[in-house]
Nanobody
Framework: QVQLVESGGGLVQAGGSLRLSCAAS????????MGWFRQSPGKERDFVAA????????YYADSVKGRLSISRDNAKNTVYLQMNSLKPEDTAVYYC???????????????WGQGTQVTVSS
């Protein structure tokens, strides 16, 4: 069992930046691959980024490549999502999730945080 708590969301103007954090507790954080997903009202939960257990491998959705960056600090049991050059279409609730592989499918993640709202104004 692992508990995940996201923070860092908020309101930002287009072109601005935010950094989301996801703090984990419970089972050994370093044994999990971590992912970020996002969901807008009336839409499915979409893959954003994933990172391997040791942080060496990262994967991104095409829509965020070059603007968003995932990283982790296993000593702090925390995964981050640095969000730059934000666009109004990035507006969503952002969720972090834990799995045993770097998947881009939400159904393959076992543990989820409660989400944090990101709103990008035009």
């Amino acid at each position: 069992q692992v508990q995940l708590v996201e923070s860092g969301g908020g309101l930002v103007q287009a072109g601005g930046s935010l950094r989301l954090s996801c703090a984990a507790s419970g089972r050994t954080f370093s044994s999990f691959a971590m992912g970020w997903f996002r969901q807008s009202p009336g839409k499915e939960r979409d893959f954003v980024a994933a990172i391997s257990q040791n942080g060496v491998s990262t994967y991104y959705a095409d829509s965020v490549k070059g603007r968003l960056s995932i990283s982790r600090d296993n000593a702090k049991n925390t995964v981050y999502l640095q969000m730059n050059s934000l666009k109004p279409e990035d507006t969503a609730v952002y969720y972090c999730a834990a799995s045993f592989g770097t998947y881009n499918l939400a159904r393959l993640y076992s543990y989820w945080g409660q989400g944090t709202q990101v709103t990008v104004s035009s």
